[in-house]
């Protein structure tokens, strides 16, 4: 593995920069499927940023930094699509039934203030568990079991019946999505809904727009793209050219009970639910976290998966990890910290500047010397207990000596 080259003028993210396109970010519903609106936001920022970008079919940005070398490339991904629903019925008596986009609880709908997006038109709502004035119902409202079969959205219009809501232009499969509710603290919090992973997207476009801002040439080729389907798994699966040698996804990482992940720090993802990321290009940024005294955690998430995981199942031969914000309460009401966006950010720049894991990557042909450093400068423990042959045993009758 090649060390980093010198790095004198890392270049410092604009936090102020990355606080206001996040808010804004936030003002945009794009729930998986409905991403039209924040990929024209993204891309209009990579224009003022000055980075080239061209558009998949369905909307991922695939942008550019050219390098010195432009093989091996690598590329950094951060998806823009989040959770959200979809509207799965309309009850007889007006109100909505709704099928989750993405994988989450509905016990982190209930309350939630909703815009339901309809193809003549937007309306506002509200999720209500079906049970939901205590002066009705009593105790019953707390034995109510929970799931997406036990809540509805309430129409704030006048409506009572099925058509009543159809005759307003609500209709199946119209998107619902969620009220971010975000606050900024004096403090340096940053509570908000969605989050994941526009949150990951701005420290993305933050680090994009320190590196051209600081004229510094790129060692090789980097892709920033911008996937629109991580949250329905299918994320970076056909977004990445088929030369890139690592990709590096940009994500949430939950602080929770059980998990080393910090609100405060840069979280390195050594596995997840797809299964380890590839030892070099991890350690790889563990160095560069080190070298440039980032506050950083390493950490392992059970029920997790990323866009890294989709490029490889979609067959990418490509080198994956994932660094992530800390965020306490993920997939709910997230809360995350500056510091956190700050050490991503920064290590993003760090790594985009570095120099490939191994040049050898772009190569037709792979050498084996790649495949030297797991074990070189290291031997495994041995047992120190050794057992002597069948023959031995036998021939003392299993007497011991």
Same mark, same amino acid.
């Given at each position: 593995?090649? +060390? ?205 727009? +320190? ?26 699966? +056909? ?17 929770? +009970? ?144």
């Amino acid at each position: 593995m090649q +060390a980093a080259p010198p790095l004198p003028n890392l270049p410092v993210p604009d936090m102020a920069y990355l606080r206001r396109v996040l808010l804004e970010m936030l003002a945009i519903p794009c729930p998986t499927g409905y991403t039209d609106g924040i990929v024209r936001y993204v891309a209009g920022q990579l224009d003022t940023i000055g980075v080239p970008y061209e558009l998949t079919r369905r909307g991922t940005i695939r942008g550019t930094l050219k390098g010195r070398r432009s093989s091996p490339d690598r590329a950094i991904g951060a998806h823009l699509d989040t959770i959200g629903a979809m509207v799965r019925n309309i009850r007889a008596d007006g109100r909505l039934e709704l099928a989750p986009v993405g994988t989450w609880s509905a016990r982190f709908a209930e309350g939630s203030r909703v815009s339901i997006l309809g193809d003549r038109g937007h309306w506002r709502g509200c999720v209500l568990p079906l049970k939901a004035s205590g002066h009705a119902f009593n105790n019953a409202v707390d034995e109510l079991p929970i799931g997406w079969d036990y809540v509805e959205v309430r129409i704030d219009a006048h409506t009572r019946s099925r058509t009543e809501t159809e005759a307003l232009g609500i209709a199946v499969g119209d998107f619902v999505a969620f009220d971010p509710m975000p606050e900024f603290t004096e403090s340096g919090y940053i509570c908000s809904r969605h989050l994941d992973n526009k949150a990951g997207a701005a420290a993305l476009l933050a680090a994009l727009q +320190a590196i051209v801002s600081s004229g510094q040439a790129l060692a090789i080729d980097c892709h920033p793209v911008f996937t629109i389907t991580e949250e329905t798994g299918s994320g970076a699966a +056909a977004a990445l050219q088929l030369d890139v040698a690592e990709f590096v996804s940009v994500d949430i990482a939950p602080a929770a +009970a059980g998990q080393a992940t910090s609100e405060y720090a840069v979280s390195i993802g050594m596995q997840d639910s797809g299964g380890p990321y590839d030892y070099h290009l991890s350690r790889h940024l563990l160095a560069l976290a080190e070298r440039f005294d980032l506050r950083m955690v390493r950490d392992v998430f059970r029920f997790y998966h990323s866009d890294a995981q989709s490029a490889v199942m979609a067959g990418r031969d490509t080198r994956t990890a994932l660094i992530a914000f800390g965020a306490d309460a993920t997939h709910g009401y997230e809360r995350t910290h500056e510091a956190s966006l700050f050490h991503l950010a920064r290590l993003l720049c760090a790594y985009v500047l570095s120099a490939p894991v191994f040049a050898s990557d772009g190569d037709e042909e792979i050498p084996l010397q790649n495949f030297e450093h797991q074990l070189a400068d290291r031997a495994l423990s041995a047992n120190d207990t050794v057992l002597p042959t069948p023959a031995e045993v036998l021939a003392g009758n299993g007497n011991a000596s």
